[in-house]
Nanobody, 124 residues
């Protein structure tokens, strides 16, 4: 499985962005999917996850109420809608796929495939 993340950019605080992660392969709909981010000098951190059907989602406390994860299995794509962005949201955002578990996973080690990352920069 190959994952291609896109949609990052430079925005101002309070703005919105939508990240997309397109996956190759025919088994996308059976994977749990997640978004992580890594700020300069920090470890990769969990942002959001979604189960195989899209019926269950989970968020880090820092983004709850502002970010929404969703997926379109017909398009092999997972999204991260980011609203009310803050400077502390600045990071490289990575999408990831868990081929062993179709549910919710929050630890990087639980994921098998990773996209290349897309940079989100939020200016104050």
């Amino acid at each position: 499985v190959q994952l291609q993340a896109s949609g990052g950019g430079l925005v101002q605080a309070g703005d919105s962005l939508r990240l997309s992660c397109a996956a190759s392969g025919r088994t996308f709909s059976s994977y749990g999917m997640g978004w992580f981010r890594q700020a300069p000098g920090k470890e990769r951190a969990f942002v959001a996850a979604i189960n195989w059907s899209g019926g269950s989602t989970y968020y880090a406390d820092s983004v709850k109420g502002r970010f929404t994860i969703s997926r379109d299995n017909a398009k092999n794509t997972v999204y991260l809608q980011m609203n009310s962005l803050k400077p502390e949201d600045t990071a490289v955002y990575y999408c990831a796929a868990d081929r062993h578990f179709a549910g919710i996973a929050t630890m990087p080690d639980e994921y098998d495939y990773w996209g290349q990352g897309t940079l989100v920069t939020v200016s104050s």
